[in-house]
């Protein structure tokens, strides 16, 4: 179904972070496992800047649940190195968001991985739940493909 013509700007939320010395690998760079921490924190941000508590969705027996991760890194984070975690949302469907995510550093924005996460929203028996008007709403201006 093709989307109505807005002409409303596509934004995207951002969130500046420091590496922590313990996040490093034996090579002295980003473990890769703690990327997708990053990538969780910023999809966390993200949902509480709409108001959506992530935390409170939890207490309600309800999930927004990760169903699949897809990551292309490029290069490395390092020691104190400064970044940024964006975030856009690439489509809402039926009970399903997928968020397009990247990392680049800061300054100078050489992109360190791009990744796609898609979401399942879940009632509480863990069944699919469509995304509600509300939901989809918050979202509609942060849409964009890629």
Known sequence: MPRPASHEPRREFALDLQVRDY?????????????????????????????????????????????????????????????????????????????????ETLPGGSAVLEAEAVAVFLDEQGRPLRVDPEHRRLFAPFVRAG
């Open 23 to 103: 996040e490093l690998d034996q090579y002295g760079v980003v473990n890769n496992a703690v990327y997708l921490r990053y990538l969780e924190h910023g999809r966390h941000e993200f949902l509480r800047s709409l108001g959506i508590d992530p935390a409170a969705v939890a207490r309600s027996g309800r999930a927004l649940a990760l169903s699949e991760i897809h990551v292309a890194y490029k290069r490395p984070l390092r020691s104190r190195g400064a970044f940024r975690v964006r975030l856009w949302v690439r489509f809402v469907g039926g009970a399903r968001v997928s968020f397009g995510q990247a990392i």
